[in-house]
């Protein structure tokens, strides 16, 4: 069991770092729990530089978030694209595609919270 957890923890952590270190879009990991049972939690701040993007990507659970600073465009497959800014929330469901453009002159700062299989990565890239 104690291997099993172990592993779990690497792959995530391992998971994690590849996806923060994206280009274009700097994250900031605020806490990491095993919670609810078989999933990880993972709390981060995201920032995206003006005119930039966080990319096509998805997510093997639930993704919901608050914009701190900023405008961003918020492109979620199957729907129609959201403006959203400092004080919106969002969520987005698992394993939808989706991507966030920065709208304007400043950067965007959010905070996000993942819910997420701890098997799987934290994020994968998405055509």
């Known amino acids: 069991m104690f ?4 592993l779990a923890l690497a792959f995530t952590a391992i998971a994690f770092t590849a ?6 879009i700097k994250r900031t990991p605020l806490q990491k729990i095993e919670f609810p049972d078989g999933y990880t939690t993972v709390t981060a701040i995201a920032e995206i530089a003006p005119g930039g993007a966080a990319g096509r990507h998805t997510h093997p659970g639930v993704e919901t978030g608050y914009v701190l600073e900023g405008e961003v465009e918020l492109l979620i497959d199957g729907q ?13 469901p698992a394993g939808v595609v ?4 920065t709208h304007g002159d400043k950067s965007l700062k959010i905070m996000g919270i993942y819910i997420f299989d701890k098997t ?8």
């Not at 694209?81 to 987005?92: M, N, P």
């Not at 989706?98 to 453009?101: G, M, Q, R």
């Open 3 to 6: 291997k099993k957890t172990l």
């Open 98 to 101: 989706h991507d966030a453009k």
């Open 120 to 127: 799987k990565p934290l994020a994968s890239p998405a055509p």
């Open 19 to 24: 996806f923060a270190q994206q280009p274009g």
């Open 80 to 92: 129609p694209a959201k403006q959203l800014k400092a004080g919106d929330s969002y969520v987005i």
